[in-house]
């Protein structure tokens, strides 16, 4: 029997040459979409026609007129494909798709199939990053958009608003905001100029819903449901769910720099939730609630020795009590240190540090195999085996502390140290080296944002990061820097010296684009230097991280960056200009590092100098590679 549907006789039905119109799908506002058969090879299609040119305005045609021609040169399995493009007997633009018979994501119900969600996800990811790759942003990426062939793949469809770089100035004038309240990234709203951070935004907003079954902001009316999206905390998932708001915190981070920095990052992340789907949550709050939930804390023996241990911590605090003050626990210049070291080797995770442990892990221990570790150093401090599990532990607390910090969840960060500072404090000297990975990791993140946040003028950020340093026992006031002191050449310059040279200011970020817009140089690599999460970034001067106004110094510049803007000012100027030295830097207000002119010699003849000394705040001095450009760093000129 020839299931083909027979027409039905619609008064507004187009008339296309070669297709038998059948009925109307859908109407939005500029096109109408039709179910028809293509006569010359009896097959199902959808052909969308763009409205009456009085039904629409300019833009609206120029934007259906694009979506034609962006979809026809996108071919990727699960992008919806054009056949043919052309006009009605009327004039009306339209053009011939596939039919996706199965509707769209909307009308499908994932939250009890996390497996489900992961492999579409991956899908959305996959067609994202094809796109991307060829300049074009979709805008407008939300459930209705995911559409179901008759295989049921999932085929991502309605590029009417998708943008590309070439031409995102002619279809959008300024301040236009195009696409969906529900699932838009704060800038799009805003109509800031996009990226495809915002699609990944979107693909968040998206996971969430799939996971929950509703959206995680909802408002009456558009303005209000665009505050949310800009200011509103990331809503928490249930206990369930845990191992994913990690996930769903970087892909919804109100600013794109904090955000997966592409499609392909933020695929490989759906790497780890799966690990943890398929083994310990990667939340403290779910690791936490298997520990506390286990059988063993209900045994009465538990009881007598959580009794025993509760007397002896008294006993143990009475003593610690009595002694002399210990030493501060961590310094500058140790996480400095520690940070520079980590910088100049390659990125890897899981690899081995000096003592042999590893430094990154996934997910936790099982509750059993913890209570072992706990049980075995009990009862022999020297256990390889335990250290090293409880080693790895730390680590991980490490890891998901960070993620605490970008997700603005304070709380959970800290109890993650009382929890590390409490197993060190048990079994001591048998965990100072995770421990103190611990304490130098969030010590070094700490810094950075607050740093960052002093030279933005973001006094609540600045204030946040100072607080949880304390709480860390981090106190600059206490510190000293002795170790530096005793360097003749790293002293403070003197009054006489200063006043020896000519020193400019720090050079600005208008000062900068105006050499940059001159010469057309290219941006250099930069890094987050203190920050662990460093990696997931794409900086540059343009973008460091953190809010900057045209008058703030210039960051993300390296010392190669640094002498071609002096070779151009001297040149402009008539005159000649060098960096300044260690001696001859004065301390900035904004606590940035400066480039300076002491070369790190290579003894290669090729490369005489592939690394500068850039002096910073309490007299460091960092030996940087010269090619690439760092947040916390600056520069300044001294007339020869």
Known sequence: MNETPQPTLLPDAPVIPGYRVVRKVGQGGMATVWLAVQESLDRQVAIKVMLPMASVDEQQAQRFEHEARTIARLEHPHIVHIFEVGRTGDGRLYYVMAFLPRGDLSHRDLSTNQANVLSLLRTLLDALAYAHARGVVHRDVKAENVLFDGDDRPMLADFGIALSSRIAARLTSAGMTLGSGGYMAPEQSRGERVDGRADLYSVGVLAYEMLVGDLPFRATDPLALALKHAHDPIPRLPRHLAHWQPFIDRAMAKSRGRRFRNAAAMRAALDRVEKRMNGA????????????????????????????????????????????????????????????????????????????????????????????????????????????????????????????????????????????????????????????????????????????????????????????????????????????????????????????????????????????????????????????????????????????????????????????????????????????????????????????????????????????????????????DIDRGYDDVSFRWVAK
Request: aromatic share 6%; proline share 8%.
């Open 281 to 624: 949550a990667a939340s403290f709050g779910e690791y936490w609630h298997l520990f506390r939930s286990h059988p063993f804390w209900r045994r009465p023996t538990t009881r007598w020795l959580l009794g025993a241990a509760a007397v002896s911590s008294l006993m143990l605090l009475v003593v610690n009590l009595t002694r002399p003050p210990a030493p501060a626990p961590v310094d500058t210049s140790a996480v400095m240190a520690a940070v520079d070291d980590a910088a100049n080797k390659p990125e890897e995770s899981g690899t081995a540090n000096g003592d042999g442990l590893p430094t990154s892990v996934s997910q936790p221990a099982e509750p059993e195999q913890l209570e072992a570790w706990l049980a075995k150093l009990e009862s022999d401090p020297q256990d390889t085996v335990a250290i090293t599990g409880l080693s790895r532990q730390i680590d991980w607390l490490g890891e998901q502390a960070e993620l605490d910090f970008a997700a603005g969840d304070d709380k959970a960060l800290r109890e993650r140290k009382e929890l590390a500072t409490g197993w060190h404090e048990r079994f001591g000297e048998a965990l100072n080296a995770p421990y103190t990975r611990f304490q130098r990791r969030l010590t070094g993140l700490l810094v950075s944002e607050q740093r960052q946040a002093q030279i933005s003028g973001n006094d609540k950020d600045a204030k946040r990061a100072e607080q949880l340093l304390q709480s860390l026992g981090y106190a600059p006031e206490d510190e000293e820097p002795p170790q530096i002191a005793e360097a003749p050449a790293k002293q403070p310059p003197t009054n006489a010296q200063r006043s020896s040279v000519s020193l400019s200011g720090l050079v600005t970020r208008k000062q900068y684009a105006a050499f940059v817009d001159a010469t057309k140089r290219e941006d250099s690599r930069c890094r987050n230097q203190l920050s662990p999460l460093r990696i997931f970034d794409r900086r540059s001067w343009r973008e460091p991280g953190f809010e900057q106004a045209d008058n703030d110094p210039v960051v993300c510049v390296s010392a190669a960056d640094a002498l071609a803007y002096l070779d151009w000012v001297g040149q402009r100027d008539g005159r000649s200009y060098r960096l300044p030295a260690p001696t001859e830097r004065p301390q900035n207000q904004a606590g940035l590092a400066e480039w300076t002119n002491a070369c790190i010699a290579s003894g290669d003849a090729a490369q005489p100098c592939p690394r500068r000394v850039a002096a910073g705040p309490l007299l460091q001095e960092r030996q940087l």
